[in-house]
């Protein structure tokens, strides 16, 4: 065993500051979470309620095993938009009957519960994430469809959600559809493209065209329930496969539903007897990450406070020290880490981060990114050095890489050191964020003096005087501006990550996506990764 040291000292000034200002922006993420679990406000719940309907989150509870977690993903979907946080729908992984599903529900008391351009953006996300992790779709339905005003953004791109239905069924992924409501016009494809459904007596509505439209387009006097409800759908069109009589009966059939799917996971899952829990408190995550990012830490404190036993057996340890890489396993699964320590990546580290990514597809073993870097070292020295072409490097295998990926922004992920270690663009199975967390092309200052620069260049070039004192008001603005956008919440709300989470939940949520991960069979690649600059 290669129990990682500690040198975190609990005791001292600087973690006392590190843990407060974590905790102040912990307290802000949650108020922003309460945001996305108030739904549509008092009013619109309360109305939900009188109907006798549950609310989008206790369908979800219903449908999961008793005392299961539920990861809820993408919560701050919209924040910053002009849309409600949480974009009017709950996605997140369950278990049901003992099978990890991706669990999709609208929550119909954010206007109608219509898909905006941000809900649209995370339902495809979900879909991802089930096609990719092979795990089965329930959808729990009720929206009033598109989000009439903004059907510009969703309707041409909204098609893709019943083309991935059908093609996650093609692919052998179960999907599972329960019409608890209105499932409307493009809706009515939800139930149309799944491989189950199930209809709620008198509460579901699944047409083309309800009865003013059908007026409309041929004369035709009709009513909800000949046009679209569950005894027509269950007895005449035999677009519903269970007629159910409540709400509850039809989750209680989804559960009967999924226990019947004989979905096998790809691997074993390891045993959680012989799974050591970290030798140091997780509760100390709150202390590491220094809230000026420009102060290094060392990750080895994370690691050791997220992977079983805090076993890490380090690879190159004295060569390319800013990136330091290993093998642990986390709830009982291997993975291989990658983890910056001083920030900058240099040729070294870009090497070594090559040659770990290789190791861990020769082997099949995940990686974990462990994201705090300004990005790829800057300079004559290390231009002539060859700095792009080693970055080039890393980002080749990490890009052809084909075993899971999983990333945690804890401090800096700026310029093309968030690709390097598997930024989204770079496909990780999944990516989260701590609220001590910030991503852009690079750090605000900086930003703002290149612009600076740039700008008195042009200047000098026309020959025109440089105005100082609207360039210090504008560098004081675009900082301004870089810093609110490279913040976690701004980002989750683009759909950037999966989610903000807490530091100390980050062991428990790593488990669940790797227990997520080995449902789909994974094999690393051998050698076919594009051409290395040497
Ligand atoms: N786009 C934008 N806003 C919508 C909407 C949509 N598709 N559906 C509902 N809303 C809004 C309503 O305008 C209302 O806003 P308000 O409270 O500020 O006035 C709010 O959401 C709640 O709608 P309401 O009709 O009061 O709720 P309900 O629960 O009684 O009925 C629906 C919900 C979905 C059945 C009903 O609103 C409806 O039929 N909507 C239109 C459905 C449709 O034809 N969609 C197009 C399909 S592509």
Redesign the pocket.
């Known amino acids: 065993m290669t129990v990682l040291p500690t040198a975190l000292d609990t005791e001292s000034p600087e973690y006392a500051a590190r843990r407060a200002a974590l905790l102040e922006k912990l307290a802000a993420l949650d108020a922003e979470h309460a945001k996305a679990l108030a739904g549509g406000g008092e009013k619109?719940v309360a109305?939900h309620r009188g109907r006798g309907k549950l609310l989008a989150r206790e369908r979800v509870e219903l449908l999961v095993d008793p005392d299961t977690p539920f990861l809820e993903l993408s919560p701050l979907a919209a924040w910053g938009s002009e849309y409600p946080v949480g974009a009017s729908m709950v996605t997140g992984i369950g278990v049901v009957e003992g099978v990890e599903c991706l669990i999709t529900a609208n929550d119909?008391t954010v206007?109608?519960?219509?898909t905006n351009p941000w809900g649209l953006r995370k339902a495809l996300r979900a879909n991802d994430i089930a096609l990719a992790n092979r795990l089965p779709v329930v959808t729990m339905v009720e929206?009033?469809?598109?989000?009439?005003?903004s059907q510009k953004e969703i309707f041409i791109p909204g098609g893709q959600v019943f083309r991935d239905l059908t093609r996650l069924s093609a692919a052998g992924v179960p999907t599972v559809a329960v019409v608890l409501?209105?499932s409307?016009?493009?809706?009515a494809y939800i139930p149309g493209m799944s491989d189950h459904v199930i209809m709620v007596k008198e509460r579901s509505?699944v047409f083309l065209g309800?009865p003013p439209l059908v007026k409309m387009a041929t004369g035709e006097e009709s009513d909800d329930e000949s046009l679209g409800g569950a005894e027509m759908h269950a007895r005449t069109s035999g677009l519903a496969d269970h007629f159910a009589v409540d709400e509850l009966d039809a989750i209680r059939q989804a559960r009967r539903v999924v226990a019947r799917l004989n979905h096998r996971k790809a691997h074993r899952d390891p045993d959680p007897a012989f799974v050591e829990p970290p030798k140091y408190d997780p509760e100390e995550l709150l202390g590491i990450v220094p809230e000026d990012l420009r102060t290094p830490f060392d990750p080895r404190e994370v690691i050791a406070r997220i992977v079983d036993g805090s076993d890490f057996d380090e690879f190159k340890p004295l060569y390319g020290t800013s990136l330091t890489t290993g093998w642990a396993t986390l709830h009982g699964y291997p993975v291989g880490i990658l983890a910056n320590a001083q920030g900058v990546l240099f040729g070294e580290e870009s090497q070594k981060a090559a040659q770990f990514v290789q190791l861990a597809n020769q082997r099949d073993i995940p990686l974990l990114f462990l994201h705090n870097t300004t990005g790829y070292m800057v300079g004559k020295e290390y231009e002539q050095g060859g700095i792009i072409k080693h970055g080039a490097m890393m980002i080749n295998a990490v890009s052809n890489s084909k075993v899971p990926h999983l990333s945690v922004l804890m401090g800096a992920s700026y310029g093309a050191g968030h690709y390097g270690m598997c930024g989204r663009a770079y496909d990780p199975r999944f990516l989260f964020a701590w609220p001590s967390a910030k991503s852009a092309v690079m750090g605000p200052q900086q930003l703002a003096g290149v612009l600076s620069i740039v700008m008195r260049q042009s200047a000098a070039a026309k020959g025109q005087p440089y105005d100082e004192e609207g360039d210090k008001a504008l560098r004081a603005l675009v900082e301004q501006q870089i810093e609110a956008e490279s913040l976690p919440m701004f980002l989750s709300g683009r759909l950037y990550d999966d989610g903000v989470i807490d530091p100390r939940d980050t062991r428990t949520v790593l488990g669940i996506c790797l227990s997520a991960i080995h449902t789909a069979p994974f094999e690393g690649v051998r050698g076919g990764f594009g051409v290395f600059r040497m």
Do not use: V
């Open positions: 619109y109305r119909p206007r109608g519960g219509a929206s009033g469809g598109a989000d009439l005003p409501g209105n409307t016009a493009g809706g509505k309800g």
